[in-house]
């Protein structure tokens, strides 16, 4: 592996190659594939997925194998040629596949464990192309929560929300760990130190000037929370924060009233899978609304939610 990106692989293909590509020599499963393609005897396409077919088989009777092991070698030299297999991609779907509920007790084997991102954590779910109700299970992974909790209250279910969870930690993109007992410390009280009153004549000059600052600030804040300039609200928005729950809804709607201009509060799903999520700006295409997600106030997005992009074209009464 190069990064996150499988470029060799070696061993008994259980001969879904040869079915594949006729008779081979064996040796590295991607030479035989390019071997393949240079011959005329498969597309690149199908090259591809034969090789993805192989890996995918392979590493699932490996991991559900009780006395599999598994070694690291740093110095092994290793060429990509142009065909690689995307190893998160790879382990979502074999998770989220038939039979992968048996994988789940594989990466996630307690719920209680707390579920903490690592880094690239937002790129890396971005580049998954989950659906919205993915992502929003997925955004809920805050270094704090604990698989249960995340799962437990999802509207999408518990069992899919535990697949999608572990899914997650396959694939890298997060990690499952003890929770750690919290500390209290006992803050020593200080003496009150007596002084003498003295009369404050001055705040009473300081008092208007203090309220023409904090005007200034609000006028200042709401001005940085506006999108870029546009003339009217397209169908496309970057969710910047979301929820199912009653109270989730009801901080979503607070946080719209401060800046009534660049929020909106659009709901997705059906029946009771309904959700909201929290829309900044509008956008005429797909494509302008992800050039756009660098300019999202870091202010305005909810701590641990993954800005992506949705369609805003139904407003939320």
């Given amino acids: 592996m190069v990064g996150l990106q499988i470029v060799k692989v070696e061993g008994d293909d259980k001969e879904k190659l040869s079915a594949a590509f006729g008779l081979t020599s064996g040796g590295e499963w991607f030479a035989e594939a390019r071997s393949a ?77 707390v579920l903490r991102r690592l880094p690239d954590f937002a790129r890396r779910v971005g580049a998954l192309g989950l659906t919205q109700e993915g992502m929003a299970v997925l955004a809920k992974i805050n270094d704090h929560r604990t698989a249960r909790e995340i799962a437990d209250p999802s509207p999408h279910g518990r069992d899919m929300a535990l697949r999608l969870l572990a899914a997650a930690v396959g694939a890298g993109i997060a990690e499952a760990v003890a929770r750690v007992a919290e500390i209290t410390f006992s803050p020593i009280a200080a003496e009150p130190e ?19 600052a904090v005007v200034a600030v609000m006028w200042l804040v709401g001005a940085e929370g506006r999108p870029a300039p546009a003339p009217k609200l397209g169908p496309w928005g970057l969710a910047i ?10 901080r979503l709607y607070r946080k719209q ?40 106030p870091a202010a305005l997005v909810a701590r641990a939610f993954v800005v992506h992009v949705v369609t805003a074209e139904q407003k939320a009464p």
Wanted: with cysteine; charged share 25%; hydrophobic share 45%.
């Fill in 194 to 212: 007596v002084r003498p009153r003295k009369r404050r004549w001055w705040l009473w000059l300081l008092i208007p000037l203090v309220a023409l």
């Fill in 241 to 250: 924060d979301g929820g199912c729950q009653p109270a989730e809804l009801e």
């Fill in 37 to 113: 393609v240079s011959g005329g005897l498969v597309t690149q396409g199908e090259a591809n997925a034969v090789v993805k077919r192989a890996v995918a088989e392979r590493l699932l009777e490996f991991f559900l194998a009780p006395d599999a092991e598994v070694t690291f070698d740093s110095k092994v030299e290793v060429e990509p040629h142009g065909l690689t297999v995307s190893f998160p991609h790879l382990m979502v779907e074999l998770v989220l596949g038939p039979g992968g509920e048996e994988l789940v007790e594989r990466f996630l084997p307690d719920p209680e464990l």
């Fill in 257 to 296: 009233e401060q800046n009534r201009a660049s929020l909106r509060v659009v709901p997705y799903g059906q029946g009771q899978d309904q959700c909201y999520n929290l829309v900044w700006g509008g956008f005429a295409t797909r494509e302008a609304a992800a050039a756009a997600q660098g300019q999202v």
